[in-house]
């Protein structure tokens, strides 16, 4: 990536760079692209032409999507992953600005999008970043724009592991340094509480492994800037 495209990411981070950040160009080194992922709830809330900020963008599976339909922005801080989000989209002739970028600290005016997209990105950041990030989606959205959140819920079955350090409740650290929060629907709710919120539902279902029943439990939002 030209560094031209990147937004200062050692600054950002602070003078003692965090492990969890940085464990993720590692991650994305070997890790699979996994096609595109539906955007279908955006739909119903933004006009065609919007411009879409997609919070931790990744391979781009949601981004290559979004840039269907809006002017779309992908950011992340693994700028392995926007390399490789970058390729997939110039194979389907599809277009989106790529910033290497924190979510706490993120690059753009007041006011400057329509929609955040985040799907499966705040469930990686501890509690304090997690509300500095949503302070900063609501600081780029204009009046009446949107926010779009999914991720892992507390009664998932991949909840537990190893406890992170520091300690946070239901906050697990795996072998690759990447954290793992499971969220509760009231603590989205909370989390989101300076924004309307337009929807908010736990998806659960039951998978089948080896004739035993585990749980997959996904919270989704969509929020609205008043």
């Known amino acids: 990536m030209d560094k031209s495209e990147t937004h200062n990411l050692t600054g950002s981070l ?6 969890h950040f ?3 160009d590692k991650e994305y080194a070997h890790l699979k692209w996994g096609g595109p992922a539906s955007v279908r709830d955006t739909q119903a809330y933004l006009l065609p032409g919007s411009r879409v900020l997609d919070a931790g963008s990744g391979k781009g599976r949601y981004l290559g999507e ?13 700028l392995v992953a926007l390399h490789s989000s970058r390729v ?4 389907s002739s599809r277009f989106a600005e790529h910033l290497g970028a924190n979510l706490h ?7 400057s999008f329509d929609g955040v997209f985040c799907y499966g990105v705040l469930q990686h950041l ?5 509300e ?12 009446g724009g949107f926010v779009f959140f999914e991720a892992f819920g507390c009664e998932d079955m991949r909840c537990g592991g190893e406890p992170s350090i520091p300690f946070e409740e239901r906050t697990f650290a795996r072998q690759n340094g990447i954290i793992y929060h499971y969220f509760a629907k009231e603590e989205v709710r909370e989390l989101f509480k300076e924004f309307e919120t337009i929807e908010l539902e736990n998806s659960l279902k039951e998978k089948k492994f080896r004739r035993e029943a585990y749980m997959r439990h996904m919270v989704r939002g969509i929020f609205r800037k008043a």
């Open 14 to 19: 602070g003078s003692s760079a965090k492990e």
């Open 22 to 24: 940085l464990a993720w």
């Open 66 to 78: 979004l840039a269907r339909h809006y002017t779309a922005v992908g950011i992340d801080i693994s």
């Open 88 to 91: 997939q989209l110039s194979r």
């Open 105 to 111: 600290d993120l690059p753009f005016k007041s006011q």
């Open 126 to 130: 501890f509690s304090e970043e997690r």
């Open 132 to 143: 500095s990030a949503v302070k900063e989606f609501k600081r780029v959205l204009r009046k």
